[in-house]
């Protein structure tokens, strides 16, 4: 079965204290492995697509990575603008261009 | 303005009443999704409709319907809402000339069954 697990489910960091999420995948034949933003009561926002094992993204303090099992956004001297959840996703196996498989999330809180 | 709306932002309803949710999008994108979001259970898919003419069942569609009105028009309905069906739903969009399949999400609806 096509899973995307997510850890921890909460997260609490000091202002400038680095850390990285986790993402853990049971999708074969990866068509893509996605990463959103989430502000209460808002709607995901699109922070990177990656494609296959090896590959990183960077946006401002984050960067995801890849391996064949899990992805990591690792967040670098976070900010309290940072907080949100974060959400990853990937497509199911058997239905091209279908809707995301989404996990649970890690909400992240930074403190100054 | 936004690419993707949907209308209306909040709203409480009694059960057994009909409500529809309805999102428009500016992007020019063929697919629509619609999610609804629980706390605890992440994103779960209801419908997702190729274009006008393609619309599928998702994860959890008991309950729903829908309709593509257009490109740009994907409304989800509730025939006669009940309580567990309080949650906060999405909309979403994505190219089809993308292969790894991109989702833009709206700003979703607050919906409250009483």
């Known amino acids: 079965e096509d899973q995307v697990t997510q850890s921890p489910e909460a997260l609490r960091l000091q202002e400038g204290e680095s850390s990285s999420l986790n993402c853990s995948y049971t999708?074969?034949?990866?068509?893509?492995l996605f990463w959103y933003r989430q502000d209460p009561g808002k709607g995901p926002e699109f922070l990177f697509t990656l494609y296959s094992a090896g590959e990183e993204k960077e946006k401002e303090r984050l960067k995801a990575t890849l391996t064949k099992k899990e992805s990591f956004l690792h967040i670098t001297a976070p900010k309290p603008e940072d907080s949100a959840t974060y959400l990853c996703a990937a497509p199911p196996a058997n239905q091209a261009g279908t809707a995301l498989i989404f996990g649970k999330g890690t909400t992240l809180s930074v403190s100054s | 303005d936004a690419d993707v709306t949907q209308t209306p932002r909040n709203r409480i309803t009694k059960t057994g009443k009909r409500i529809m949710l309805e999102c428009s999008q500016t992007?020019?994108?063929?697919?629509m999704y619609w999610y609804r979001q629980d706390p605890g259970l992440g994103l779960r898919l209801i419908y997702y409709s190729f274009d006008v003419k393609d619309i599928n069942k998702g994860e959890i569609s008991d309950g729903y319907s829908v309709s593509r009105q257009a490109q740009a028009k994907f409304s989800l309905s509730l025939e006669s809402a009940i309580p567990n069906q309080t949650a906060l739903y999405f909309c979403a969009t994505s190219d089809q000339r993308e292969t790894y399949n991109e989702q833009f999400f709206g700003p979703g609806t607050r919906l409250t069954v009483l």
């Open positions: 999708v074969s034949g990866l068509r893509g």
């Open positions: 992007k020019g994108h063929d697919r």
